[in-house]
């Protein structure tokens, strides 16, 4: 479920969430644009209301939740209504957790090591993160070599300009980023710029 749901998605735009108001305004007009997926991280008060208020005012919205880092907010998150957990890392009571909940969990990695870990816990997609500053295209085309099965999605670092070059990598189920939900951008209610990269994220090529 997990592999598909990232790699159909192919762009998760990741929100940090701010009054429910607005974070579901930017979320629809989203929706509206073509995005067929998001993730909101639990970097705010607000993150589950508004998990919560999207889930029943888009209920065709596929919708995850980031910055997930304990079992507790893994819980927390799925009791909203998020389909799908990503977190920045991965500790082994997150995984441990995850794995006894059935709870599908997209752990963080930045090197083999923590890969082999998750491997372990029977975890094998990964978020990528920071994306760009562990190494990018470069350090997925590596892993690629001893991990041929694992799937990624980089998160950290990727743009509009550079998303299309992780998504043509072959261990590259899904790209994230928070290029088309820029802060500047929501405070300024540039809801047409926000459409139009959003948009453009999901222009086949
Ligand atoms: O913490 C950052 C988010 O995970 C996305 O990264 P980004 O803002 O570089 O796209
Ligand atoms: C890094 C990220 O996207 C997260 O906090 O889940």
């Not at 790699?7 to 929100?15: F, K, Q």
């Not at 993730?39 to 029943?56: G, M, Y």
């Not at 090591?113 to 500053?133: I, N, R, Y």
């Not at 892993?143 to 980089?154: D, E, K, S």
Request: proline share 7%; charged share 20%; with cysteine.
């Amino acid at each position: 479920m997990i592999r598909n749901w990232l790699r159909t998605s192919r762009v998760l735009p990741v929100i940090t969430p701010g009054e429910v108001d607005t974070t579901l305004h930017l979320v629809r007009t989203l929706a509206a644009a073509g995005m067929p997926a998001l993730e909101i991280t639990l970097r705010a008060e607000s993150a589950l209301d508004c998990i919560r208020a999207i889930r029943s005012e888009l209920p065709e919205l596929r919708l995850a939740a980031g910055t997930v880092l304990t079992p507790e907010q893994l819980e927390q998150a799925l009791a909203a209504g998020a389909e799908l957990l990503l977190s920045p890392g991965a500790t082994p009571a997150l995984l441990r957790a995850a794995r006894e909940a059935g709870a599908p969990l997209v752990p963080g990695v930045a090197t083999a090591s923590e890969v082999m870990a998750g491997l372990e816990q029977g975890f094998d997609c990964f978020k990528l993160f920071p994306a760009a500053t562990a190494g990018g295209m470069a350090l997925l085309k590596s892993l690629a070599g001893p991990f041929p099965a694992v799937g990624f999605c980089p998160t950290g670092g990727l743009d509009a300009d550079n998303f299309r070059a992780f998504l043509a990598l072959p261990n590259v189920l899904c790209c994230g980023g928070s290029w088309m939900v820029d802060r500047a951008l929501i405070e300024a209610e540039r809801w047409d710029e926000i459409a139009y990269l959003a948009s453009q994220a999901m222009r086949e090529s």
